[in-house]
Nanobody, 121 residues
Framework: QVQLVESGGGLVQPGGSLRLSCAASGSILSISAMGWYRQPPGKQRELVAAIASAGSTNYADSVKGRFTISIDVLKNTVYLQMSSLKPDDTAVYYC???????????????WGQGTQVTVSS
């Protein structure tokens, strides 16, 4: 089983910056990828950014040039540096990890509980 602990969310003014962190723990054998999704009020959950353990990244068009995802494989931690934040970035942000554990030998997706990011003046 994998537990994902998120931190760094909160309230920020438009144009400001936040850095989200998500640390994975548990009976992890390996992590294939980690990423961030978000769910604005009244909308479906959407991919924000994802990164493979090898380093390749994928971003939603709406955040390209503003958000940067990175991963520390040794710490099993993924980061999301967010800058030039807009009110439309307001959402619950969810951490995701694709991992292999002692209990499940194949790649399986795990989710964090979500953290609120609010961009408002």
């Amino acid at each position: 089983q994998v537990q994902l602990v998120e931190s760094g969310g909160g309230l920020v003014q438009p144009g400001g910056s936040l850095r989200l962190s998500c640390a994975a723990s548990g009976s992890i054998l390996s992590i294939s990828a980690m990423g961030w999704y978000r769910q604005p009020p009244g909308k479906q959950r959407e991919l924000v950014a994802a990164i493979a353990s090898a380093g390749s990244t994928n971003y939603a068009d709406s955040v390209k040039g503003r958000f940067t995802i990175s991963i520390d494989v040794l710490k099993n931690t993924v980061y999301l540096q967010m800058s030039s934040l807009k009110p439309d970035d307001t959402a619950v942000y969810y951490c995701n990890a694709v991992a292999t554990t002692m209990q499940i030998s194949y790649r399986y997706g795990y989710w964090g509980q979500g953290t609120q990011v609010t961009v408002s003046s």
